[in-house]
């Protein structure tokens, strides 16, 4: 079947009344940008749909791509013709019968008032062709196939062929927040989460060599590469840590060390927010999964942070976390034997109830926030295109 277009539908775009058009025009600049080597496409760019219009292109890679843009929660593959009734029950005989199955159900919207028939009359016309030259049988509830007719102002466009998309919002649409990224499994299944929400990431991941190995760092760029599917260009700020964490454990008792740790690291994360215009902090925590992730831990670490913190996996599973990490294909990169800073510097007891006054006590004793200044001065950027 020759295909004309593709239907972009929108899914919670839907519900986003005056700033609609504004989240509808992001996403097209998305999938243009998604789409740049297919220089034959053209676009329409609508309310309520977009079009990709292929021009005889090849629409599998095209879908494939498309299926993981942000803001599109489903994709037809669509034949565009005249508003003409004849031409409709001939199209639509074509299609099915180029189809699997065995039951079949006819749709039909019709925003074009000007179209003589209504919706119920265009259904009466065209069913019967097709149970007349077919062996499909009608099933209006469980069919086999949705023929869905759409009466616009622009043509008529038939399809029989719709597969879902990643959903959520348009990249871009709600601002940045940097990422801790560990290279473990949580934090690059929070990373996807947080892009599906429209949310522009920019990663920052503690180093500590010689205690970590390069390797990590090639680990956490095949984990962007990944990535870049639903995100197109990720930065991965990388900040060496290793003096603060040897700092910590010469002032401090082991069992408040990872505490410690976690509080400078979200002040280096608040810092370089403040200098990208980032709107919050996320992370890939998930109540009580370490000690550092109890809420009476979250509650002493988080208060170093002037912004938000934002945890995507707070309430999550961790099944239903390695389901997603395998989903968008992140999972055996993660579990390569590359340890980060806070695996290698692990207490055997930590805190999982850390008082704030101790806390703070322990942080009295070095110039932390000297080893932070120099921390972000040294930081070293990858760009992930």
Sequence with gaps: MKYTSIMVRF???STKGKNKKDFVNMLARNIKHALKSFISLTYDVLYDHIYVNLHDEDYEPILNILKDISGIQALSLVIKIESDIELIKKTALMLMKESEGKTFKVTCKRSNKRFPLISDEIIR??????LKNT???????????????EVRDEGTYLSTKTVLASGGYPIGVAGKAVMMLSGGIDSPVATYLLMKRGVIVECIHF???????????????????E???????????????????????????????ITIMRRMMYRLANALADKLNCLAIANGESIGQVASQTLDSMGVIEKVASLPIIRP?????KLDIIKIAKQINTYDISIRPYEDCCTIFAPK???????????????EKFDFAS???????????????
């Design 11 to 13: 899914g919670e775009l």
């Design 125 to 130: 016309q065209v069913a019967p062709v097709i």
């Design 135 to 149: 062996t499909f049988k009608v099933d209006v509830h469980k069919p086999d196939i949705k023929l869905a007719i």
């Design 207 to 225: 180093a500590s060599p010689p205690y970590t190995s390069e390797a990590v760092i090639d680990k956490l760029t095949d984990i962007l590469h």
């Design 227 to 257: 990535l870049n599917r639903y995100q197109y260009k990720i930065r991965l700020h990388i900040v060496p840590f290793t003096k603060i964490q040897t700092k910590i454990y010469e002032v401090a008792d082991e069992s408040y060390a």
């Design 313 to 317: 996996l707070a309430v999550m599973d």
């Design 349 to 363: 007891n930590p805190k999982t109830k850390p008082r704030l006054h101790e806390v703070l006590f322990y942080e």
């Design 371 to 385: 080893l932070i200044k120099e921390a972000l001065d040294k930081i070293k950027v990858i760009t992930i295109n």
